[in-house]
């Protein structure tokens, strides 16, 4: 069971996951180590002398009885390595973290899962299709895993709930801080409905360096990662990176050669990523086909007259100009401007720029 000298090892500046697991097999547990004399540590062979300095000193300035009601008082859950409820794909990979924190729940160890990442500053391209892949996904029972950092990462989530799925955020700080700011709605549903989970005791703030260890749990949690959108060098490829490495398969969403925001996406398609070319090839390359067939659409159930729904199924995620979208709908000009002003009042088009309008999924 998970004591207070778990939670003090965790917080040793600079003593990691792997250096962890050395001194657990080391000394048994953490309690030991937190008693074993300095020149004992010495003799254990991951820990630097920096290390050994750090040990000691936390020993001095870590205020074991507070920092335990402290966390007994977050309302932050915690399992350790080795303990019931730890998942089980944590297992698999070569740093496994020592204690996890939760809010929530966490997910099932036999529920499938795919992770979905990309870029911040997003197209509206990639934002609606993300929301769309995770919907579906979703709705086909597979969990959604992000980051639920603003972009691609919040889009995945909210469309895996719209699907009626299951999605959980991996956190690069605290779970007991909602980071970003601006995704506090998102933070409270999947605290109340799903879950939030770190690395990371309550209260630790997020930090540039985080990020990138966060990001093998996201893909460890997952059977499959799903890039949607990526600049050449970007957090969404380190979790590609990490993806390989734990033998999970990995997706891109082909863009335009000339979009900065598909350059790595396409990159990882020419490393030998599968290409997402439309999503029923997907769901047949996840084995996903018969848990959707007989379902029907599975986006948003929508009231709409003849005329609206005529116009909704026209357009499409790239902005079409009303020249288009009346040759499309065979509609006058009148009856069009009315019917897209019932969908963007609906939330169901969008003016991507003045005078052509696209779909919101």
């Known amino acids: 069971m998970v004591d207070q000298y778990d939670l003090w090892l965790v917080c040793v500046p600079g003593i990691g996951p792997r250096k962890i697991t050395s001194i657990i097999s080391a000394c048994g547990n953490a309690r030991e180590c937190f008693f074993l004399k300095e020149e004992a540590l010495r003799y254990i062979p991951v820990l630097r002398e920096d290390d050994v300095q750090r040990i000691i000193e936390s020993r001095r300035t ?47 160890d036999d529920q499938r899962a795919v992770a979905m990442v990309g870029a911040r500053e997003c197209t509206d391209y990639g934002r609606e299709m993300a929301k769309k892949i995770a919907r579906t996904l979703a709705a086909a029972g597979m969990t959604v895993i992000s980051g639920m950092a603003r972009g691609i990462d919040s889009a995945s989530h909210m469309g895996a709930i719209e699907g009626g799925g299951e999605t959980y955020a991996l956190l690069g700080c605290g779970p007991d801080i909602c980071y970003p700011g601006s995704a506090k709605r998102l933070y409270e549903t999947l605290v109340s409905r799903y879950g939030v989970l770190s690395e990371y005791a309550p209260g630790t703030p997020p930090e540039k360096g985080f990020f990138p260890a966060r990001n093998r ?24 990176d990490f993806a390989l490495e734990q033998g999970r398969d990995v997706y891109a969403l082909p863009g335009r050669i000339t979009d900065a925001l598909s350059h790595g996406t396409n990159q990882l398609i020419r490393q030998g990523a599968s290409p997402i070319v ?33 116009v909704y199924e026209a357009l499409e995620i790239l902005p079409a100009g009303m020249e288009d979208l009346l040759e499309k709908t065979a509609l006058s000009i009148p009856e069009l401007m009315a019917a897209l002003d019932i969908l963007m009042k609906k939330q169901l088009a969008k003016e991507g720029f003045p005078g052509a309008y696209r779909r919101c999924y």
Do not use: N
């Open 217 to 240: 749990l996201i893909s460890a949690l997952s059977d499959a990662v799903l890039v949607i959108e990526a600049r050449a060098r970007s957090g969404s490829l380190i979790t590609a």
């Open 62 to 108: 870590w205020e074991m009885e507070k920092q335990w009601e402290r966390l007994m008082k977050s309302g932050v859950c915690v399992v350790r390595k080795g303990e019931k409820g730890y998942p089980k794909k944590l297992y698999h990979i070569t740093d496994p973290p020592h204690l996890l924190f939760y809010r929530g729940r966490l997910p099932a």
């Open 278 to 310: 439309s999503i029923e090839v997907l769901l047949e390359d996840l084995k996903l086909r018969e848990s959707v067939q007989g379902r029907g659409d599975v986006t948003p159930v929508i009231s709409l007259g003849e005329t609206e729904r005529r």
